[in-house]
């Protein structure tokens, strides 16, 4: 009989100078991992430039890995109004390359991303981290932060691939 073939999910940590993103592979129920990075935009380059950048990489990362889905992180409650602005335009530009691409996408808020990778929603960002870790079955926790997000995202995507993926 064939073996199955394994989907994977691409997860991203949206924001306009660093976007994190991991790659995870379903394999068989267990979350295994295959890739992690960043996207950095030089905060000298014009916003468009920048949002051009981001756009552009995300499409080369579907374009190699060919998701199942993508997860990414909804934009939380957020006291700055012009962080939060640059990564509601980050968010939209990789929103934009996944809906080229057709992949499906999932989102998700903090909170859900970690009961999924935790069991606890307001786990702390070590201890998500220190989960990450564990359930990739990696020597250390990925660095920096955003790549740990990214690879959490994309574990919580893995949780709710029944939904058509």
């Known amino acids: 009989m064939p073996r199955k073939k394994r989907k994977c999910i691409l997860g991203i940590d949206p924001g306009i100078h660093r976007t994190g993103y991991g790659v995870v592979v379903d394999d068989r129920g267990t979350a295994r991992y295959q890739d992690a990075g960043l996207i950095e935009t030089s905060k000298l380059l014009p916003h468009e430039r920048r949002l051009t950048k981001i756009h552009r990489a995300v499409g080369k990362l579907i374009t190699k890995y060919r998701p199942a889905g993508i997860a990414i992180e ?21 929103l934009l390359a996944a809906g080229e691409s057709r992949i499906p996408i999932m989102e998700f808020t903090p909170l859900q991303v970690k009961q999924a990778v935790t069991g606890y929603g307001k786990a702390d960002k070590h201890q998500v981290q220190q989960m990450v870790k564990q359930i990739l079955g990696l020597n250390t926790i990925p660095k920096p932060d955003d790549v740990a997000d990214g690879l959490a995202i994309a574990i919580c995507g893995t949780h709710t691939k029944g939904r058509g993926l």
């Open 74 to 94: 909804q934009l939380f409650f957020c006291t700055n109004t012009k962080t939060a602005l640059a990564v509601g335009e980050a968010r939209g530009v990789i």
